[in-house]
């Protein structure tokens, strides 16, 4: 999600639509993510490494800043009596930081892996490109469960 997407969303669409949206763009970018790992070693599409680390960054960052000015203060202020919410959105905020940083990393493997660089650990590629899906889909699934049952 780019700034013109949070600035358009934020002036008027349904954040928790676009929050759904959102969350399958994520979701189709993990898949090509298990594709890349289920290719190492030897089968490595270098072109979909490229385009898999020129997203990753812009994509988790929009939507961390969107769903971090949007979509929590929307979540607090309707079940701002629930005492648990302001602890669940903390550990969003905190998990966000974690998956940038982790992003920032990948991005840099599948950049050198796309480059086909030489002396390239693919093993821990593969282990970091697993980690980092994965971790996402249960962030996406954990955020389904608690953000978005409320529509």
Do not use: W
């Not at 929050?19 to 289920?38: S, T, V, Y």
């Not at 812009?58 to 005492?83: C, K, N, T, Y």
């Not at 608690?146 to 529509?151: A, D, E, T």
């Amino acid at each position: 999600m780019s700034d013109d997407a949070t600035i358009r969303l934020a002036a008027g669409q349904d954040p928790i639509a676009a929050l759904r949206k959102a969350h399958l763009d994520q979701l189709a970018l993990c898949d090509r993510l298990e594709e890349i790992a289920d290719s190492l070693p030897a089968q490595v599409n270098r072109q979909k490494c490229i385009y898999a680390a020129r997203a990753l960054g812009p994509m988790i960052q929009g939507l961390h800043r969107f769903e971090e000015e949007v979509v929590f203060p929307l979540v607090a202020s309707q079940r701002g009596g629930d005492p648990d919410i302001a602890a669940t959105l903390n550990r969003l905020r905190f998990e966000h930081c974690e998956d940038e940083c982790f992003a920032e990393e990948l991005t840099e493997a599948l950049q050198d892996l796309g480059a086909g660089k030489t002396g390239i650990n693919i093993e821990a590629i593969g282990y970091m490109l697993r980690g980092f899906f994965e971790a996402m889909r249960r962030h996406i699934a954990f955020e389904g469960e608690h953000l978005l049952r409320m529509r």
